[in-house]
Structure formats: structure tokens, C-alpha cells
């Protein structure tokens, strides 16, 4: 069973701490992608990766950075977190690149900031 | 990118009946896709319709797409209870990797 795992599930932080969100896929895709979840807005793109040490921004990357070392993995930190961070983050990845193609999310990473 | 929208934003229905939601958008795409997202989880791929298609089955579930109308709509037929999720277009533009979803329609349905 093809699997998107995001380390944390429930996180509470203060303001100004540096958080890191762990993302790690085991189907050797190129493609990740970080969302956040917020009610009545949808999901935002933040960042996203088509390639190892490969990353490009999204419509909110604002407040946020990401790391690519290695294929499987990709991490979203937020380097000084605010309370308007608070939200559900998720993690994507894809094999198919330009055009678009079927996205396979993990089940989310839902963080409090106080 | 410009986010697309659901219709209804919130749907509730007897178990065993049809449910209809819809989705537009603003631009060309490649193709456009549904997903379910159960609460408090991530979302799980439903079925992808490509630019050049304009119907789409898998199970219960069809889709049709109309380039000219920029919409698509999701048909899920007898209705069940474990239907009851949020459920997401999302689309992609040619020569992009992003994916742009819309705000989603909340399905309630009553056994």
C-alpha cells in the first residue's frame, strides 16, 4: 500500500518557536507538495518539490521554507510561528509532473499556535 | 492561481438518493480531478477527467467536465451513509505541476 506519512498529527507551539513538519513517501515519486487547510478557504498551496534540493513556491509561502535533501522526504519549517499558522498542513506527493496528475496525501499535521 | 469553487457548499440528503455537486473554474486546464477528504484526515484521489474527456465513470460515481462552461460536476448515485465527507475539485493548468483546488462541498448523508 503506496503511503504518505506526516510525523506529527497534533502540534502545539508558541509564538516565535521554529517548527518543523516532517513528510515522508515511500513510492519514489518526484513530486511534493505542502498544503495548508484553513475552513472556508480550501487548501493553499505553500511549496512544492519536482526534484531533490528542487523547490518553488506556491500561492502562500510567506512565513514558511522547505528542504529537499533526499527523495523521499520533504519538510515544511516555519521559522518564526504565529498564531495565524495555525492550521491543517498536508502533505502531498505525485509521479506525474507537468499537467498535473493524481495527488496521494498523508493525513495531516493539524497545528496550534499560542 | 485562482482558486475554483464548489456548489453547494453544503449538502444534505437521505441515504439511497443522488447527490450533485459542481465546480467551476477560471482558466485552461489539463485536466480536472475530485477528491474526498473524510474529517479531520487527508484527502483520497476519486476519479481524474482529462481536458478531451467529457464523461467519466467509476462505480458509483461520474463526472462530466464542459471546457466551453469552465464546470464539472460529481455525481454520486444511492447514496450511503459513509459517503458523508467533504469533497474537492481540483484542477491543473498544462505545463504546470500545481494542482488548484476549489473550497469544497460538505456531503451530510442521512441513513
Known amino acids: 500500500d503506496v503511503k504518505v506519512t506526516q510525523s506529527s498529527r497534533y502540534l502545539v507551539k508558541r509564538t516565535g518557536e521554529k517548527v518543523f513538519l516532517e513528510c515522508v513517501q515511500d513510492m519514489d515519486h518526484e513530486n511534493m507538495f505542502w498544503y495548508r487547510q484553513d475552513p472556508g478557504l480550501g487548501l493553499r498551496l505553500i511549496y512544492f518539490?519536482?526534484?531533490?534540493?528542487?523547490?518553488e513556491k506556491g500561492d502562500i509561502p510567506e512565513g514558511y521554507s522547505v528542504s529537499r535533501e533526499k527523495k523521499e522526504r520533504f519538510s515544511l519549517i516555519l521559522e518564526s510561528a504565529s498564531t495565524n499558522q495555525t492550521s491543517m498542513y498536508l502533505c502531498?506527493?505525485?509521479?506525474?509532473?507537468?499537467?498535473?496528475?493524481?495527488?496521494?496525501f498523508g493525513e495531516g499535521s493539524r497545528l496550534t499556535v499560542l | 492561481s485562482q482558486q475554483g469553487e464548489e456548489d453547494p457548499q453544503a449538502l444534505s440528503i437521505q441515504e439511497g438518493e443522488n447527490a450533485t455537486m459542481n465546480c467551476s473554474y477560471k482558466?485552461?486546464?489539463?485536466?480536472l480531478q475530485w477528491y474526498r477528504q473524510n474529517s479531520g484526515r487527508g484527502l483520497v484521489h476519486l476519479i481524474l477527467i482529462r481536458s478531451n474527456e467529457r464523461e467519466k465513470h467509476s462505480g458509483r460515481l461520474r463526472v462530466t467536465l464542459d471546457t466551453s462552461k469552465k464546470s464539472s460536476s460529481l455525481l454520486i448515485t444511492a447514496s450511503r451513509a459513509a459517503d458523508t465527507a467533504s469533497y474537492f475539485c481540483?484542477?491543473?493548468?498544462?505545463?504546470?505541476?500545481?494542482?488548484?483546488f476549489g473550497k469544497g462541498t460538505k456531503l451530510s448523508v442521512i441513513p
Open positions: 482558466t485552461s486546464i489539463n485536466n
Open positions: 502531498a506527493s505525485s509521479s506525474v509532473g507537468l499537467g498535473g496528475g493524481e495527488l496521494f
Open positions: 518539490s519536482y526534484d531533490v534540493k528542487m523547490k
Open positions: 481540483a484542477y491543473s493548468g498544462a505545463g504546470s505541476y500545481q494542482l488548484t
